[in-house]
Every structure is written in structure tokens, then in C-alpha cells.
């Protein structure tokens, strides 16, 4: 299990566009790399919506993935 602070593994995902994205992509580049717990649900609404609400303050210097 990925605790806080782990480097994440390599992965290869469907992004939009038709694209592909892999952390790889981002080498040598600060990532807020998000997962959220489940689609449609209310807890994934309430933990997206204060991601979003946090994400300005969180986000200085780096790029946001979302999973």
C-alpha cells in the first residue's frame, strides 16, 4: 500500500482527448496526484468538492492529476 510521502508507481491511464497519461510524463515535475473513493457517490462528491475548494493553496508550483 502507497503511504503518504511513497513515490507513486509508473502507471499508463486513459485521459481525454483520446490521450494517454503516465507518470512518467511528469519526471522531475512536483504532481498532487488525487484519487477519489468511489465514482457517484456522496462521499466522493464531498472529498472532490473540498479537493477543488483546497486545490489554489495545495497546487503553487505543481501540477494536479486526478484519478
Same mark, same amino acid.
Given at each position: 500500500? =502507497? &503511504?503518504? @510521502?511513497? $513515490?507513486?508507481?509508473?502507471?499508463h491511464?486513459?485521459?481525454? #482527448?483520446? &490521450?494517454?497519461?503516465?507518470?512518467?510524463?511528469?519526471?522531475?515535475?512536483? =504532481? =498532487?496526484?488525487?484519487f477519489?473513493? $468511489?465514482?457517484?457517490?456522496? @462521499?466522493?462528491? $464531498? !472529498? *472532490?468538492? *473540498?479537493?477543488? !475548494? *483546497?486545490?489554489? *493553496?495545495?497546487? !503553487? #508550483? $505543481?501540477?494536479?492529476?486526478?484519478?
Amino acid at each position: 500500500m =502507497i &503511504k503518504v @510521502g511513497d $513515490k507513486a508507481p509508473d502507471f499508463h491511464l486513459p485521459a481525454s #482527448g483520446g &490521450k494517454t497519461v503516465s507518470l512518467r510524463d511528469y519526471k522531475g515535475k512536483k =504532481i =498532487i496526484l488525487y484519487f477519489y473513493p $468511489k465514482d457517484m457517490t456522496s @462521499g466522493c462528491t $464531498k !472529498e *472532490a468538492c *473540498a479537493f477543488q !475548494e *483546497a486545490l489554489p *493553496a495545495l497546487s !503553487e #508550483g $505543481k501540477q494536479s492529476l486526478s484519478v
